[in-house]
């Protein structure tokens, strides 16, 4: 089994900046892919940033240039660095993980993904 526990939402300024982590329990190892996850009131959850088991990256157009994914050596930990936030990246954020291996624009399906943190809020005001 996998657990996922994310951290480090908060409220900020639109500009600002937080940096949200995943720790990520359990079989790590059988972990290969691993992304973010955001879901607006009202809206449908959607793939922010995601990252395969070779560390390249995917992005929503709408977070390139401004968030950044990453994760440690040992995949115990999944990061997202937000910068120039804005009032529409308010949102729970929710950590996911998969044991398979998706690559590209499949990182950043919801149905891809098997194991999910309980999500943490962002919240930016203008």
């Known amino acids: 089994q996998v657990q996922l526990v994310e951290s480090g939402g908060g409220s900020v300024q639109a500009g600002g900046s937080l940096r949200l982590s995943c720790a990520i329990y359990g079989y790590t190892y059988s972990i290969d892919s691993m992304g973010w996850f955001r879901q607006a009131p009202g809206k449908e959850r959607e793939g922010v940033a995601a990252?395969?088991?070779?560390?390249?990256?995917s992005y929503a157009d709408s977070v390139k240039g401004r968030f950044t994914i990453s994760q440690d050596n040992a995949k115990n930990n999944l990061y997202l660095q937000m910068n120039s936030l804005q009032p529409e990246d308010t949102a729970m954020y929710y950590c996911?993980?998969?044991?398979?291996?998706?690559?590209?624009?499949?990182?950043?399906?919801?149905?891809?993904?098997?194991?999910w943190g309980q999500g943490t809020q962002v919240t930016v005001s203008s």
């Open positions: 996911a993980a998969d044991s398979r291996v998706w690559v590209g624009s499949l990182l950043l399906q919801e149905r891809r993904y098997n194991y």
């Open positions: 990252i395969d088991n070779n560390g390249v990256a």
